[in-house]
């Protein structure tokens, strides 16, 4: 029987908007997408995260899953405390939760962590070198991932604290937590700093759309620079197995195949099939 996953947004609608106006849907809509082509005959259903909700509405699905967001949780804004009480209910709740992104970011503050800005500035389009630590290495969220990889990113915050019974999963040399596990009231949550979920062609999208902050952080000369990557990228998520491409960007099948790509995803919902995750 197919997992009941409750998909959760922490854009505000104009945020959405303005997503599906440069990469074609929301992120809580490129998510569920994902897991629908991971999980065929998946049962989703969707909320913003900063709508009311009760414990009963979160209790009847087996998992949730946090997609990205431009939400900075270091900012003392009305979203930034209605995604931290939100989540703070999923740990009371005590369903297993997983997120990407700015997800990691949510649950870590509301479960007394904190956040703040990446230096030297974004990870842009991809998280390189991400590494295990001590308990990463025998964590089942990365099962099947080898010693180091490369994944979608786009974010230009981190947690920079996690909080009490948390566990660093992974980190690479300038995002000091990439991956985390997150264990708070009743609840077990895992997370990337990283996108699994989204396609090459998304982040081709997410580059260009943000041309201009890629240029000034030095990533790239000008624009006609951001638009040949992206059209790399674009061709590569195309024709996943074309090495010449994923050689020239320096990526390989970690990145460059859905199922591989989607690693820590598929982890957690076997978790989630299995019953692991779910309170003593």
Do not use: K
């Amino acid at each position: 029987m197919s997992p009941i996953i409750l998909v959760v947004s922490s854009e505000t609608p104009a945020q959405q908007n303005e997503r599906r106006s440069y990469a074609g849907q929301a992120s809580h809509e490129s998510y569920a997408a994902a897991l629908r082509r991971l999980r065929p005959g998946i049962e989703l259903d969707t909320v913003s995260c900063f709508e009311a909700g009760t414990l009963s509405d979160l209790a009847r699905h087996d998992g949730i899953v946090f997609a990205g967001s431009p939400i900075q949780m270091h900012e003392d804004s009305a979203e930034a405390r209605a995604a931290a009480r939100f989540m703070a209910q999923v740990f009371e709740a005590g369903v297993p939760a997983f997120g990407s992104c700015a997800g990691l970011q949510i649950a870590a503050v509301a479960a007394g962590g904190a956040t703040g800005p990446r230096h030297p500035g974004a990870e842009v389009a991809f998280a390189r070198d991400i590494t295990r630590t001590e308990a990463g290495t025998r964590h089942p969220m990365l099962d099947g991932r080898p010693a180091t990889w490369t994944a979608p990113a786009m974010h230009s915050s981190v947690v920079t604290r996690l909080p009490a019974g948390a566990s660093s999963l992974a980190a690479n040399p300038d995002t000091p937590i990439e991956a985390a596990e997150i264990r708070h009231g009743r609840g077990t949550f895992w997370g990337v700093q990283y996108h699994p979920e989204l396609s090459l062609a998304e982040i081709a999208a997410s580059t260009v759309h943000q041309a201009d902050d890629v240029i000034d952080q030095g990533l790239a000369r000008d624009r006609r620079d951001v638009e040949a990557m992206a059209a790399r990228l674009r061709d590569l998520d195309a024709a996943p197995t074309r090495v010449d491409i994923a050689w020239q960007l320096g990526l390989n099948a970690e990145i460059a195949l859905f199922e591989r790509r989607m690693r820590e995803i598929a982890n957690f919902l076997n978790a989630v099939q299995a019953g692991t995750l779910r309170p003593l």
